[in-house]
């Protein structure tokens, strides 16, 4: 079975340009979540799907980042613009359905200059 | 509210040595989610174990183990007889019955010499 998958692996961009990532989850997982990763933290939420659905984003940044999920399967995550503390790795996860196991993808690492 | 705390940030070992790695959560609900996942190098995170608040048995796989104990709130990991390729950074993770985000603690890395 085929795992996240996720690109970019890595993005160099300079403050103020935008940048998009994407994401394609497990199939038939229900559930998608976008996670970023500051360099020695844990992961921290930043927005969850249920299928073409916004469950949470209350931390999603929403002055410059913004999220989709159309047709219920693939993500894109957008900033614009960015600011050099959005560099970080961006993760995203799939799930069956929400509570349940969450699988990783390889993430994208993203530098701002 | 709900948090993860993983007090040791750094654990040095020599191969073949026991290793435990202390987990403390809270929470208000009675329903909830405890995980364990590895990060190595690469960056991936691989997932390990799930369990639920009702059951406290602890679970063994090959030389892993973990302790869950709700009068604690505590949910450690222990790794017999360490390898190099464990070396990596591990994280505990809580997840409440009712939208599925996972709180994370803030990790320990550990690192197996030869």
């Known amino acids: 079975e085929a795992g996240v998958a996720q690109s970019p692996r890595y993005k160099i961009i300079e403050k103020r340009q935008s940048v998009a990532f994407w994401c394609n989850p497990i199939?038939?997982?229900?559930?998608l979540y976008w996670y970023q990763q500051i360099l020695g933290q844990g992961p921290k939420l930043l927005i969850q799907f249920q299928n073409n659905g916004v469950v949470d984003d209350s931390q999603l940044p929403k002055d410059r980042f913004s999220a989709e999920r159309l047709k219920g399967v693939d993500s894109t995550l957008k900033i614009q613009p960015a600011k050099l503390e959005d560099s970080a790795v961006y993760l995203c996860?799939?799930?069956?359905?929400?509570?349940?196991?969450?699988?990783f993808g390889p993430g994208t690492r993203l530098l701002v200059l | 509210a709900q948090k993860v705390t993983q007090a040791q940030t750094e654990i040095s070992v020599v191969e073949k040595e026991d290793v435990t790695l202390d987990c403390v959560y809270e929470t208000r609900d009675t329903t909830y989610y405890l995980f364990w996942y590895k990060q190595p190098p690469s960056g991936e995170l691989v997932f390990l174990i799930r369990?639920?608040?009702?059951?406290?048995q602890n679970e063994i796989s090959g030389r892993y183990s973990w302790n869950f104990q709700k009068s604690t709130s505590s949910f450690n990991f222990t790794i017999t007889a360490s390898q190099v390729v464990d070396s990596a950074v591990y994280f505990c993770?809580?997840?409440?019955?009712?939208?599925?985000?996972?709180?994370f603690g803030q990790g320990t890395e550990l690192s197996v010499k030869p």
């Open positions: 993770a809580l997840c409440d019955n009712q939208g599925g985000k996972l709180i």
């Open positions: 199939s038939g997982h229900a559930t």
């Open positions: 369990r639920n608040s009702f059951d406290e």
């Open positions: 996860a799939s799930s069956l359905w929400g509570g349940e196991t969450q699988y």
